[in-house]
């Protein structure tokens, strides 16, 4: 087991756009297996790559049903139906906020091994994904906030 450092806003890693993953060998499956450990060990509900310092397209969610690992996920579909609820973020630490998001989306991508996987998700899970996958393209919270809330 292994814990990465956090990088923190401020960190230009946080703003670029991450690269595709091209090749699922070692190198990708341990960076998953030490980012689940990171994610759990900060008590978050999902990391990105980028949080750590790598700039692949790369993300790890539990919001309380299970790991999910995605590489190069992707949203395919979108409700137009949105939900306002309070975000924060590991890179953030002690800032929270309201963010508007699709209540339900659907996200292909790849998992561990390599399988296209296709996942529906609604309200937290979806929100949670959302954020992640916002990570992967230079997005943060903060950037999207509606209301700070203390
Ligand atoms: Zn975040």
Redesign the pocket.
């Known amino acids: 087991m292994a814990i990465y450092s956090i990088v923190k806003i401020g960190d230009p890693v946080l703003r670029e756009k991450a690269h595709e993953v091209k090749e699922i060998n070692n190198t990708i499956k341990k960076l998953l297996k030490n980012m689940a450990d990171t994610m759990y060990d900060a008590k978050?509900v999902?990391?990105?790559a980028p949080?750590i310092g790598v700039p692949k397209r790369v993300i790890v969610v539990d919001v309380g049903e299970g790991l999910v690992e995605l590489i190069n996920p992707e949203i395919i579909e979108c409700s137009d139906e949105t939900e306002v609820d309070i975000?924060?973020?590991?890179?953030?630490p002690g800032i929270q906020g309201e963010v508007e998001r699709a209540k339900r989306i659907t996200v292909k991508g790849l998992d561990g091994e390599g399988n296209s996987v296709v996942i529906k998700a609604e309200d937290f899970f979806a929100r949670a994904l959302q954020?992640?996958l916002?990570?992967l393209d230079g997005i943060?919270?903060v950037d999207k906030v509606k209301r700070f809330v203390d």
Do not use: V
């Open positions: 978050g999902g990391l990105a949080q975000e924060g973020c590991l890179s953030i954020h992640e916002d990570h943060l919270f």
